[in-house]
């Protein structure tokens, strides 16, 4: 989604080191978005030890997306 690439790569920039921030063209690359279920665009998804454990849909605002991915960070435990 043009609306949210700016955003997505500010936030690939601000947790490079911290979480992996990928984007996936589906006109590409169908066969992984059926694998995932994409059927709206955007979608996110969110993974930890390569399972999706949280999506979001649709236009999100950059506060919420980041609140996400913090709460995503935090929860996993420290080495």
Do not use: H, W
């Not at 992996?20 to 993974?47: C, E, H, W």
């Amino acid at each position: 989604c043009r609306m949210m690439s700016p955003i997505i790569e500010m936030i690939a920039t601000d947790y490079k080191g911290r979480a992996k921030v990928l984007k996936l063209n589906v006109d590409t690359n169908r066969n992984t978005a059926v694998q995932y279920g994409i059927m709206s665009i955007p979608t996110f998804k969110f993974f930890m030890q390569g399972k999706v454990i949280d999506q979001l849909v649709g236009v999100i605002p950059e506060e919420v997306m980041r609140k996400k991915i913090e709460s995503i960070i935090e929860s996993v435990p420290s080495k």
